[in-house]
Structure formats: structure tokens, C-alpha cells
């Protein structure tokens, strides 16, 4: 069983950044593609970017292209989010997730507890 637990969420104002952190513990050998989620209040949960095991490979969601990165230190077992020019649409719990490849949540078999993000205007 892996455990995912995220960090590194704040308050933060417009324009200002943040960068997440999601380390991972358990059977990690495998190197899982990892995601990042994020939920806002009454909101279902959305895909914001995703990694490749290898790190390689990585797709975002158009709402945060070129604002966030996504990246990942295998040896440490730990996946992060630089967040940039944060918008207040960005407030929302964010989480990750592992052992998934696409943007849906159905497809990834572990989760963290999420961090929450909020953004003043």
C-alpha cells in the first residue's frame, strides 16, 4: 500500500507562488506515474497535471500551462508542484495521486489527504 501525504499549501496572494510537495512511502520501487488534483468548494475534482515514473513525460491541464510545473525527485520518493502567478481560481484542496496515466481519478489507485491553497484577490 502506498501513502502519499502532500505539503507545502498556504495562503498565498495573487500573482505570488507556492510549490507542493507530495512524499510518497510503501511499495515505491515502481517509480508510479504520479497526478495532481484539485478540488474547490462545491466543485468536482479536476486534473492538473500529471508525470511520467521516469519523469520524462509531463501533461497539464490548459487552465495552469506555463503558470505550474510539475516534477519529481525519484530518490526521494517525493513529487512536487511549483505553483506561479497563482490566480484566486486557483484556491482548492490539492492532492495527489498515484499509479494512474490520464486525467481522470477513476484511473489512480492511491491518494493523498490533500493541502489546501488559497489565493486573495
Known amino acids: 500500500q502506498v501513502q502519499l501525504v502532500e505539503s507545502g499549501g498556504g495562503l498565498v496572494q495573487a500573482g505570488g507562488s507556492l510549490r507542493l510537495s507530495c512524499a510518497a512511502s510503501?511499495?515505491?520501487?515502481?517509480?508510479?506515474?504520479m497526478g495532481w488534483f484539485r478540488q474547490a468548494p462545491g466543485k468536482e475534482r479536476e486534473f492538473v497535471a500529471r508525470i511520467s515514473g521516469t519523469g520524462t513525460t509531463t501533461v497539464y491541464a490548459d487552465s495552469v500551462k506555463g503558470r505550474f510545473t510539475i516534477s519529481r525527485d525519484n530518490p526521494k520518493n517525493t513529487v512536487y508542484l511549483q505553483m506561479n502567478n497563482l490566480k484566486p481560481e486557483d484556491t482548492a484542496v490539492y492532492c495527489c495521486?498515484?499509479?494512474?496515466?490520464?486525467?481522470?481519478?477513476?484511473?489512480?489507485?492511491?491518494w493523498g489527504q490533500g493541502t489546501q491553497v488559497t489565493v486573495s484577490s
Open positions: 495521486a498515484a499509479g494512474g496515466w490520464s486525467a481522470e481519478t477513476s484511473d489512480y489507485n492511491y
Open positions: 510503501g511499495p515505491t520501487r515502481r517509480n508510479y506515474h
